[in-house]
């Protein structure tokens, strides 16, 4: 193993697309950022140099950071932010992984530009457990808005309103032509007939699920937040802000060139971006144009038999070198309803007095303003408290409409834990405005899907049908519109973790908790002291 150095500089950049530009902040004036390459067991150190006049953070979605949460990134959680002009150096080392994953910005709304792709290698000499692919490429999938992000979610928060939906989808940074302003915006995915290739699927979206899919080739699902999954293979996959999936494509046709699209996966009568952005896979020897031959029809955006044929059939690879390890005895059994609901807002007078807000057993977390991860550590009072609700504060048709003049209640509450206790939690959809899917995030930790379903969850049957033998494991799960999802991991990794939704209005609105993690025994078990230049708030 080895170290590797990365240098991150945040600077703006001027971009154009569908006609119109303006300036993004971006990581070495990249537009989806660099990708930070690694193998299994190497040590990390990004320098993050911030050169533009907002604060900011990196997170390394989906790292472990095993006793390393002071580099995890998640701005008032396990850092104050790096101010303007300042640098800070993200330390850690990768234990146990190997796939894709994907960093991006965890401050307010700056990581709708400032994202990329980190590939972890496996050790060295150590083969993929799927027939080497002749070539690998990075898909990047993600949403383009023609007005600055960050004056767009502060103008919702005024008025307690739901903010604008993006102008288009993008694929490696294009929309591909979804309109006559971006006939030359289109990402060119150039093959060779006969070869395959290993496509690093990154869904780094803020705001909206995808479907991806490619005309007239099959894909062969290896791997999902990169962890390894039995292959299978399938049309069309479904993927949500903050996963990855790894697949396998045989370019199996002659010639041509084939529409690849990614388009809106909801279901939910929310207003979402509509447009699919489309990119060319581009068969050699082609003069390179940007209008494929071949086209596909993308799934309807509330389909959901599309998205559970894909989810349904994920599952860990369960082989002899890389086993499923699922905790059976279960400490602490939990319950949290997951979803939208109200606050008075004086003030939102277009909202009619009151605003959006969103919540974990109806608390709506309250961003504090000192790291809480530095609060536990250095025993700095009065920062959070630790009576995180294990269940709903009363019981409810989730999946019907909410009880009248329903508010939320506020809170920084954390729910803790002791090294190496083992969690089951079952996450509840809840309509109290509206059912949507939720793609719940756990930073510090994989989890094992045990299962899933639709309607209130019932323990006595549901339990029954759990898939205890060879769960997927993720890092973000998608909990289903009018439904619920149960998870397990066992808490072998101190400190402070966050939690939260991936679409990032909802963690505006405040569907976020963490977890606190206890120190075992000794150092092998314990968080390692605070960096030198950990920024102070
Ligand atoms: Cu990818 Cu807390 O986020």
Known sequence: CKVRRYKFHVVAKNISRLCSSKSIVTVNGEFPGPTLYAREDDTVLVRVVNKVNHNITIHWHGIRQLRTGWADGPAYVTQCPILPGHSYVYNFTITGQRGTLLWHAHVNWLRSTVHGAIVILPKRGVPYPFPKPDEELVLVLGEWWKSDTEAIINEALKSGMAPNVSDSHTINGFPGKVSNCSNQEVYNLPVESGKSYLLRIINAALNEELFFKIANHKLTIVEVDA???????????????????????????????????????????????????????????????????????????????????????????????????????????LYFTIGLGLQPCPSCKAANGSRVVAAVNNVTFVMPTTALLQAHYFNIGGVFTTDFPPNPPFFFNFTGSGPKNLNTDSGTKVYRLKFNETVQLVMQDTGILTLENHPVHLHGFNFFVIGSGLGNYNSTIDSKNFNLVDPVERNTVGVPAGGWVAIRFRADNPGVWFMHCHLEIHTTWGLKMAFLVDNGQGPKQSLIPPPKDLPKC
Do not use: C, W
């Open 227 to 333: 962890t390894y999954v039995k292959p299978f293979e399938i049309e069309t996959i479904v993927i949500a802000p903050g996963q990855t999936t790894n697949v396998l494509l045989k370019a199996n046709q002659k010639s041509g060139k084939y529409l690849v699209a990614a388009s809106p996966f909801m279901d939910a009568p929310v207003a979402v971006d509509n447009l699919t952005a489309t990119a060319t896979l581009h068969y050699s020897g082609l003069t390179l144009s940007n209008t494929p031959t071949f086209l596909t029809t993308p799934p309807p955006k509330n389909s959901t038999e599309n998205a559970n044929n894909f989810l349904n059939s994920l599952r860990g690879l369960n082989s002899k070198t890389y086993p499923v390890n699922l905790p059976l005895k279960i400490d602490h059994s």
